[in-house]
């Protein structure tokens, strides 16, 4: 026998969860927004919160900023071009345990370009669930976007916050 891993693999909680960002902003300090997770998996050692495997699904079309005009131009093809690329996608390739939760990396797709990135996560539990609290920082130009005129007044780097709720 191969030491077969006992477990559950638990769904994300789309409406429950949260993917959210920030970015600099000159022209009012920071943009924040909102990005729907359409699914996502997490499979999880019984007795344990730190994951084996980590992956999700989010739905750039639906990107919300509270400003529609803004959120017009970031599905453009000068953005994310959403036509073209409607999802984002994450899958873990490296769990490490830390004092407090966990560092997950994994490939990051936006834009249709992967990249690896790191989250550091922070677990708990409640009666309604299994919650996770993730943050990054990633940067834009990374994911292919265009270069436009408003590029400097734009910052690069991206941070980004996750609250992910299981069932």
Partial sequence: MFGLLVGAILLIDPAQSTATFSVQHIFVDRVEGKVPIQRGTVTVPDGSFVPTHVSAV????KLKTDDDDR???LQTSDWFDTKSFPTWTFESTQITPTADGFIMT????????????VLNVAASETRAGRLYHATGKVDRHAF????????PAIGSFVDITLDIRLH
Avoid: F, N, P, Y
């Fill in 106 to 117: 994994g490939m990051l797709t936006i834009h249709g370009v992967s990249r690896e990135e």
């Fill in 58 to 61: 989010l739905d750039a079309t």
């Fill in 71 to 73: 959120d017009g131009v």
């Fill in 144 to 151: 292919g976007l265009k270069r436009t005129q408003l590029d």
